[in-house]
T-cell receptor
Framework: QKEVEQNSGPLSVPEGAIASLNCTYSDRGSQSFFWYRQYSGKSPELIMFIYSNGDKEDGRFTAQLNKASQYVSLLIRDSQPSDSATYLCAVNMRTSYDKVIFGPGTSLSVIP | NAGVTQTPKFRILKIGQSMTLQCTQDMNHNYMYWYRQDPGMGLKLIYYSVGAGITDKGEVPNGYNVSRSTTEDFPLRLELAAPSQTSVYFC????????????FGSGTRLTVV
């Protein structure tokens, strides 16, 4: 099993809809979880982090964490064409140096 | 505030050549990292540093070397370039361990021919 898995997509949603991005991880002891947005040809940009079970909201973004199921998701409400990007899930694994493992990313396309 | 600065942005190397990718941060972050990103493969950690004078290997260190003589600078050295090192390289930094995200540089696109 890969350490951090994401659906590669592409995921297409119409403008104004809710986009749902999913991520699963293998290390049950993982502590922190991050979502990065990466536009084509650009560097990743941190948009959300979460470390407690439940939901964390920031504007149109909601991160959801379920440690028992080893599952973290990102919801984007009222999706805009400017949200079209690749979304990387990153997990802070429980190792000697707090290793952060990135998933392969999910490509999101918001259709006007 | 420049954040994390990487140079060069693009480079073409011939097989067997060597080069250094530069990375500088002005945020006084202790932790610095080098990642490579191949299409559809996510980010793979090459080397990391937890402070000046301290470096360690990540997941894919073969063919690379690093040094950390100051808090600000974390150069990545490629010796004897191979086509398998064709990739986009990102430098990142963070203030400390734990639930803190990374700040990434703009990346270096390297092609080895």
């Amino acid at each position: 099993q890969k350490e951090v898995e994401q659906n590669s997509g592409p995921l297409s949603v119409p403008e104004g809809a809710i986009a749902s991005l999913n991520c699963t991880y293998s290390d049950r002891g993982s502590q922190s979880f991050f979502w990065y947005r990466q536009y084509s040809g650009k560097s990743p940009e941190l948009i959300m982090f979460i470390y407690s079970n439940g939901d964390k909201e920031d504007g149109r973004f909601t991160a959801q964490l379920n440690k028992a199921s080893q599952y973290v998701s990102l919801l984007i409400r009222d999706s805009q064409p400017s949200d079209s990007a690749t979304y990387l899930c990153a997990v802070n694994m429980r190792t000697s140096y707090d290793k952060v493992i990135f998933g392969p990313g999910t490509s999101l396309s918001v259709i006007p | 505030n420049a954040g994390v600065t990487q140079t060069p942005k693009f480079r073409i190397l011939k097989i067997g050549q060597s080069m250094t990718l530069q990375c500088t941060q002005d945020m006084n972050h202790n932790y610095m990292y080098w990642y490579r990103q191949d299409p559809g493969m996510g980010l793979k950690l090459i080397y990391y540093s937890v402070g000046a004078g301290i470096t360690d290997k990540g997941e894919v260190p073969n063919g690379y070397n690093v040094s950390r003589s100051t808090t600000e600078d974390f150069p990545l050295r490629l010796e004897l370039a191979a086509p398998s090192q064709t990739s986009v390289y990102f430098c990142a930094s963070s203030i400390t361990q734990g639930p803190y995200g990374y700040t990434f540089g703009s990346g270096t696109r390297l092609t080895v021919v």
